[in-house]
């Protein structure tokens, strides 16, 4: 289960080693006569960070299930080498925004890594031959101290690492993150982020992040869409905060943002 929420492939025709950008072309969902977005034009390159921003209801969250498959679009969704040619099968990472468990069960960090790495039951499985790997993984997200605690003992932002390292392993071309450092401490929400960028200059991967946090955004992202329903406009922070639409949606805090002046979080 946990393998399938965190990492997918998407398809298309043919075979290249490494994405290096993400093209969403006239892309458009639909539920029944509602329409949850429509025409957004995208493009993410590889070692980016766009950051998608816009009142609750824009169709933020479903974008990102759409880019999984998991919901059915209309439009083209391109994964593009240097070269300007199709990829392969590139590998998707996707944090959520909580996961849903329960609290009192005893699995621990070791626990969820070894259901993800291994196709055999956990406990047929010895856990010393994963161990080393999983601690990698977790150093990466400098969270590898956590490796024995249980899931019901860590912290919201302790838990949004460990499924960060999650959905790094193995390393995506293309990274989503639904509000993942939504209800974290400012010190957590601060540890994500850079863990992120750092994650993004190292790596190289494309990553779509939502965020309602417009100080984060404004210091980490390379370019941030604003929607609803659909794409109202894209840029730099600076363009986007001192946009008059981004000012009608934020209100002040937005203009402050690309004044660089405020320090306010947006809830």
């Avoid at 950051?51 to 974008?63: E, Q, V």
């Avoid at 639904?178 to 993004?200: C, H, K, M, T, W």
């Avoid at 922070?237 to 306010?264: C, H």
Wanted: aromatic fraction near 6%; charged fraction near 20%.
């Amino acid at each position: 289960m946990f393998r399938n929420i965190l990492h997918h492939r998407a398809a298309s025709a043919d075979d290249c080693a490494k994405l290096c950008c993400t093209k969403l072309e006239g892309f458009t969902v639909r539920i029944g006569s509602l329409t949850i977005f429509e025409h957004v034009n995208l493009h993410v390159h590889c070692g980016q960070l766009t950051a998608l921003i816009g009142p609750n209801g824009a169709g933020k969250s479903t974008l990102l299930k759409a880019i999984l498959g998991e919901v059915r679009h209309e439009g083209n969704l391109h994964y593009v080498d240097a070269k300007g040619k199709h990829t392969g099968h590139p590998v998707i990472g996707y944090v959520p925004q909580y996961l849903r468990f329960d609290l009192s069960a005893p699995t621990t960090v070791l626990d969820i890594f070894m259901a993800c790495l291994s196709r055999r039951p956990v406990w047929l499985f010895p856990a010393k031959s994963l161990r080393p790997r999983v601690q990698r993984s977790l150093a990466r997200v400098r969270a590898d101290h956590l490796i024995d605690r249980r899931l019901g003992a860590l912290s919201g932002g302790e838990l949004q690492r460990v499924l960060l390292a999650l959905a790094l392993e193995p390393m995506p071309d293309l990274l989503l993150l639904d509000e993942p450092v939504s209800g974290v401490d400012q010190n957590g929400l601060a540890l994500f982020y850079d863990i992120v960028s750092e994650l993004r200059a190292q790596e190289d991967i494309s990553i779509i992040l939502i965020s309602h946090d417009l100080n984060m955004v404004a210091k980490h992202a390379d370019q941030v869409v604003l929607m609803n329903r659909g794409v109202v406009m894209s840029g730099t922070p600076e363009e986007v905060f001192a946009d008059a639409r981004t000012r009608r949606l934020f209100g002040m805090l937005a203009g402050a943002k690309a004044d660089g002046t405020a320090e306010e979080e947006v809830r």
